[in-house]
């Protein structure tokens, strides 16, 4: 939320940082004492009865515009004859405030920012992604969440973005989920199990995620042949719950 005009923030609605708000709620009044000379300059220009006065409104609107006034604003002056110099600043949207950078009795600038807001209607959840999965996640692709916090509760959602970077001592790539959080009960900070939606079922021999022996020129598993133990020179695939492709 900005400033749309130079002036003093005479009271504050909101008292600090994580208070929740609803789209349309009052959020503080701005005092603007340079709109006064543009809105009198209207209202004289409104008051003639000459030739050519068209062109003063006009102007005089242009710069009630220019001095940051709404089409909702300047509709009032005319309608009222009055002067306004006074804005009520409203939620543009729900959520929670996460900065509030004024206090009763600011000065603020033209586009100063005032307060950010955050709707909690979706979170971003940052999923740890095991290296050896990677390859299986797709953009697009159905998530669920759960969460120890709410047992009971399925949150559903999207992968947004897989992140081009591997932690180093995790060996985990960072994917991007967009959570739906239509009743606000996840918030920012939450731990949550993803489960991701895979591709079509298929066969595969699978060992022990332990039998792989690499040598690093080649993997092998030791397998049974004629009686006896042999070398197996082998290619794995997907790891997963221990199992390895």
Known sequence: VQARATGFVEKLHVRTALDP???????????VPNWIAAQEDYLTTLALKTEGVEMLTQAARQRM???GMTETQISLVERTRQVHAR?????????????LMVRDGSTVVMGT?????????SLWVEAEIPESLTAQVRVGSEVEAHTAALPAEVFRGQVQALLPEINPTTRTRKARMVLDNPHELLVPGMF???K???GPARTALVVPSEAPVRTGQRTLVIGVENKAFRPFEVRIGHEQNGQTE
């Not at 708000?21 to 005092?31: D, N, T």
């Not at 920012?113 to 209607?121: A, D, Q």
């Open 21 to 31: 708000v609803r789209k349309g709620q009052s959020l503080l009044e701005l005092y």
């Open 65 to 67: 515009r220019q001095a």
């Open 87 to 99: 804005i009520t600043l409203s939620a543009p949207a729900s959520g929670v405030i996460m900065e």
């Open 113 to 121: 920012p005032l307060m950010r807001i955050n709707s909690l209607s």
């Open 192 to 194: 949550v199990q993803m």
């Open 196 to 198: 991701l939606s895979g």
